[in-house]
């Protein structure tokens, strides 16, 4: 409600202002064009096609605007945040608010219509993000296939794209114009193949991933670093939303007893093979990327089985700064839940492209100069989740948790 | 000559130059437009055309190829069940491996390029693609698992996807092709405009540059054809042409230019005419006056050889003899000077040139107290040129000189001096006069140039054109101590002998005098009695037999009856003149026309005949008696070399 009262009072209030006026195109654009996306139903009965979905559904169509201060205020730029957790633009957007009491106003314009599993989806919805007059960076889209898919609209619009949570290797690939905050897949994968090989001792592994990018990735990157270690995979095998996951599972058994299983899959995803995995093999562990940290889901499919799964975050709470103390006051306050991973790194996304804005001004190709710059001529900025830099050899803030009491707790194991 | 010096008006208004400055830019922008326009019109279709076709077709190939791969899958997938027991297991590992070693499907990010309409169903069947490939699987692993009963449950739904993906190939395909058309059709339609759009260009083109054209003509093209009727009608003579100064562009500058040129010429030609006027009149009161003096040089001479002469009278003959010769010198050098021109080029003696040129200015150079100071290198060679043109360049620099020594006092002092200098011939003006001012300095060789208050300005203008039309130049002086030095540089002929010291006089080769010309009968022709017979009485007191004729006619009735062996004839004569007088003999008496002397003092008309038979049978008035009879010796000798070589008698 407190989001919806603000949109209202954003679009409502600057209806008669000179310099809101002249670019209704902004609301029009973005109300017209989120209202036109397909909306996904809310259950796991399938999605447009039909079948279920694994994946918990977002809030639909929603635009909104936080200006700090002054709709006159002819330096107004748009940054877009899409599809994401609403909370966190707001978290970002009040954050922004207090500390940059001058320079632009900026807005975070928020589509959280939806996971963008389908391609087209993802093309179609960065196709209208970047007619938003004043758009100077778009910070998304969700995941690994979303943000792929959508790169080359970005690219071709020559507008920044921050990536905060996707992990496929190929984002670094598809051009200059995309900036991928998360360690990409190969090295998460490594991270997860060590953690399986030396904390948990593990000599024979499953494999299960979802069939897309980001659980190719994590396949490709656990896999590599397995084989280097000498640990056997027994059994690899892509799972969706429509997977009869016991069938596979069982199937999975003809090649032997695995002592770890590997989730490369989303939250849903992950839970089931855990609840499955812990029926068929008692005292089988499971191991799964960052992807699958999506709580409450995943403890929820996982039920009691949920304590037995590693999974891995690029930042856990209990990490002690003030700005992590301030984020998450500010995230429970607004949300009343606790933030996790991925609320964090879209929260230092956000930030990270007001700062460009601010420290560069409302340019598409000075900010996209400064996020290259980071870490090598312009100093990186400290965020939540550590240094930001998108330099191959940032240290990667990999931390690995284990659901206890359906809680995330660090796993000492350093990355 | 300030007038004609005076400042154009102004430019106003529109330039020529502008003008075609702003037709010259308004046509490039037209044709740089109409390129940019017709690029831009072609290029958005054309561009989607060629981008979206490269992509479209790849990923459309790789889906349906990874399609008919899943297909096989199923179709592999149904043969299972029905195989023996024992192969069951083995056709679901065999499909595992298959499936498993299909690979990953489509990078996500190659849909970005496709069309909206392909792209929803190519994403789509990208999803259902791995849908189908882990329904197999799981297919698979029943079968491995032994769990029969359910494999034709998934089957059914592998069957579902597959179609379901076939279905949404075929709208991709479908829409591939409408897609593909629609471009086409856009693109044939910015043709379609493309085209329209030339047609008016082309219209609207051709109508500007139709009034470009009658712009141009108007501000151009009737000037500039204005101006060639009148030079053309200028170099017909009419100096009297005048254009019409209406604008105030160049064009009327030209115009302008135009009619002060043509007054300074018909200024000038009125100014030479009265030259020319004189020259003639010169010309003909010096063969008048040459008559006189042949006259008295020949009474002179007749009564000087009468040895009974008292001494005192004499005396006296003798100084009027010296008079009537001086003045004959003058004036066969005012006829030689004003006599028209012959334009061939040839070996010319400077020493001898640049003394006739003193021979016709010297005469003011006691009155105005002149000292010459003249040193002529004896061993200059010949130079190419015409010697009468040289003549007057001499002359003009000389009487320059003299000119400007009047303006100071005493003591003037002319300088000529003629030197070779490498292969070239240079003769020196100096004299110790005012010099040259600064103002006339820089203009000092352009036409109307001068400082003397009176003169055309054209002397040394013409000079330098003379003598550069000989190869040569006319310079000032490098080094100058005091007054002015004009240098006269000639280019010596590279094969000429040094002239000799003493030129050979014009026309034939003067014989030595001979002591008698006893025997020779010689026909005298001359309207004037006072000259024909103080030469009668001397070729007489020669010994020759005169008889005389009073014009041409008399002369050719007294050839019906005698047989001289020599005419004298005078040029100008009524009834028949000398001229007519040899045709005539030339036709009744051809052997007596080789031997015919034309008497005249008209030099005038020297180059007329100048390329005649009777080229070298002239003897100009007033003539030394002692040479009248060495030319009838001569002509008479010659005659007779003839005869010999012939073997003819006289």
């Given at each position: ?415 | ?69 899943l297909d096989a899958a199923v179709a592999a997938s149904h043969r299972m069940l ?9 056709l679901a590992?065999a499909l595992r491996?298959t499936l ?32 189908l490939?882990?329904a197999l699987l799981e297919a698979a692993?029943l079968v ?7 494999v034709p449950?998934r089957l059914g739904t592998a069957d579902?996807?597959g ?488």
């Open positions: 409600m407190a989001l919806a009262f603000k949109v209202g009072v954003t679009l409502s209030g600057c209806e008669g202002v000179a310099c809101r006026s002249n670019v209704p195109g902004i609301h029009r654009a973005v109300t017209g064009v989120l209202r036109g996306t397909p909306r996904v139903p809310e259950t796991h009965g399938g999605r447009a096609a039909g079948r279920p979905s694994p994946l918990p559904v977002r809030p639909t169509i929603l635009l909104m605007a936080l200006a700090a201060a002054g709709c006159g205020d002819a330096r107004v730029v748009e940054i877009a945040y899409v599809p994401g957790e609403r909370v966190v633009a707001e978290v970002a957007q009040e954050t922004i608010t207090e500390t940059f009491r001058s320079g632009p106003v900026i807005h975070i314009t928020t589509d959280t219509a939806g996971f963008g599993d389908e391609a087209d989806v993802e093309v179609s919805r960065a196709n209208h993000i970047v007619l938003l007059p004043g758009l100077v960076a778009v910070v998304g889209h969700a995941g690994s296939r979303a943000s792929l898919a959508s790169a080359p609209v970005y690219r071709d619009a020559r507008i920044p794209q921050i990536v905060p949570t996707g992990t496929s290797r190929l984002l670094r690939q598809v051009g200059p114009y995309t900036f991928p905050l998360a360690p990409d897949d190969s090295v998460e994968g490594a991270f997860m193949a060590r953690f399986i090989a030396e904390r948990l001792g593990a000599r024979r592994v499953t494999v299960f991933y979802q069939n897309d990018e980001y659980g190719r990735g994590i396949r490709d990157g656990v896999t590599a670093e397995l084989a280097r270690r000498g640990v056997a995979v027994l059994y690899q095998s892509p799972v969706d939303g429509n997977s009869d996951v016991a069938t596979l599972l069982d199937a999975s058994l003809g090649a032997g007893r695995p002592d770890v299983i590997v989730a490369a899959t989303q939250a849903a995803l992950a839970g089931r093979l855990m609840r499955t995995g812990a029926a068929r093999l008692p005292g089988v562990r499971m191991v799964a990327g960052d992807g699958a940290l999506l709580l409450p889901a995943l403890s929820r499919e996982a039920g009691p089985a949920g304590d037995s799964i590693y999974c891995v975050t690029f930042w856990l709470r209990e990490t002690g700064d003030p700005a992590s103390r301030d984020f998450v006051e500010r995230f429970r306050r607004l949300s009343g839940r606790e933030p996790v991973g991925s609320d964090a790194m879209a929260f230092d996304a956000l930030m990270l492209a007001a700062t460009a804005v601010r420290e560069v001004g409302p340019d598409r190709a000075r900010v996209r100069h400064y996020l290259e710059a980071l870490g090598r001529e312009v100093p990186a900025p400290r965020g939540v989740t550590g240094a930001l830099t998108f330099r191959r050899d940032r240290r990667p803030a990999l931390v690995m948790v284990q659901l206890r009491d359906g809680v995330p707790r660090r796993v000492g194991f350093e990355p | 000559m300030s007038g004609i010096f005076a400042p154009i008006r102004p430019l106003r208004g529109l330039s020529v130059r502008t003008l075609g400055f702003a037709l010259s830019v308004g046509i490039g922008l037209y044709v740089a437009g109409f390129v940019v326009y017709v690029a831009l019109a072609f290029n958005a279709a054309a561009r989607s055309l060629s981008a979206r076709s490269a992509d479209t077709p790849t990923l459309f190939g790789e889906m349906a190829d990874r399609a008919r791969a029905p195989a023996d027991p024992g192969a069951r297991v083995a590992r491996d498993l070693g299909l690979g990953d499907g489509v990078r996500s990010d190659r849909f970005a390029a496709v069309p909206r309409v392909m792209r929803v169903a190519l994403s789509g069947a990208d999803d259902r693609a791995a849908q490939q882990t692993a491995e698992l032994g769990r029969f009963t359910q449950a579902s996807l179609l379901e993906l076939e279905r949404l190939l075929a709208v991709a395909q479908r829409h591939e092709v409408q897609d593909l058309a629609s471009r086409e059709r856009a693109l044939a339609a910015a043709a379609d405009r493309v085209v329209g759009a030339v047609a008016w260009w082309l219209v609207i083109g051709a109508c500007l540059l139709g009034g470009a054209a009658v712009l141009l003509w108007r501000r151009l093209g009737q000037p500039l054809e204005a101006l060639h009727d009148g030079l053309t009608r200028v170099s017909g003579g009419d100096l009297g042409t005048r254009l019409a100064v209406d604008r105030s562009d160049e064009m009327g500058q030209l115009a302008e230019h135009f009619n002060r040129m043509t007054g300074v010429l018909q200024s000038r030609a009125e100014a030479q005419g009265q030259f020319v006027a004189a020259g003639e009149l010169i010309a003909g009161v010096a063969h008048e006056v040459n008559n006189p003096l042949m006259a008295i040089a020949a009474l002179a001479e007749n009564r000087l050889a009468d040895a009974r002469l008292p001494e005192e009278a004499r005396d006296e003959v003798t100084l009027i003899l010296r008079q009537a010769r001086r003045a004959a010198k003058l004036v066969s050098g005012l006829l030689r000077f004003l006599r028209p021109v012959d334009d061939r080029a040839a070996a010319v003696d400077v020493n001898h040139v640049v003394r006739a040129s003193l021979e016709l200015v010297s005469y003011r150079f006691p009155v105005d107290e002149i000292t010459l100071d003249l040193v002529l290198a004896p061993d200059l060679p010949l130079v190419r040129g015409q010697a009468a043109r040289l003549e007057q360049v001499f002359v003009n620099l000389i009487a320059n000189a003299a000119d400007a020594l009047v303006t100071i006092p005493a003591p003037r002092r002319l300088r000529v001096w003629s030197q070779r200098r490498g292969s070239d011939v240079v003769v020196s003006v100096e004299d110790n006069g005012p010099g040259i001012t600064p103002a006339i300095a820089e203009r000092l060789f352009h036409p109307f140039a001068t400082s003397k208050g009176h003169g055309t300005g054209l002397g040394l203008y013409i000079s330098r054109e003379i003598v550069r039309a000989a190869g040569g130049d006319v310079t000032v002086c490098d080094d100058v101590r005091a007054g002015a030095c004009f240098m006269v540089t000639l280019r010596a002929e590279a094969a000429a002998r040094p002239a000799s010291p003493e030129p050979a006089t014009a026309g034939a080769a003067v014989a030595p005098a001979p002591r008698s010309l006893e025997g020779v009968e010689v026909l005298l022709v001359d309207d004037e009695a006072v000259v024909r017979q103080p030469l009668a009485r001397f070729l007489r007191r020669m010994g020759a037999l005169v008889i005389e004729a009073r014009d041409g006619v008399e002369a050719a009735e007294l050839l019906e009856s005698h047989q001289p062996d020599v005419v004298v004839a005078d040029l100008r004569m009524p009834r028949l003149d000398g001229p007519g007088l040899y045709v005539l003999i030339r036709e009744r008496r051809p052997a007596l026309a080789a031997r015919v002397l034309i008497l005249s003092g008209d030099l005038s008309r020297f180059g007329e005949l100048a390329h005649s038979e009777l080229a070298d049978r002239f003897v100009a008035k007033p003539v030394e008696l002692a040479e009248l009879a060495s030319r009838i010796a001569g002509v008479i000798q010659a005659e007779a070399d003839v005869m010999i070589g012939t073997g003819s008698s006289v």
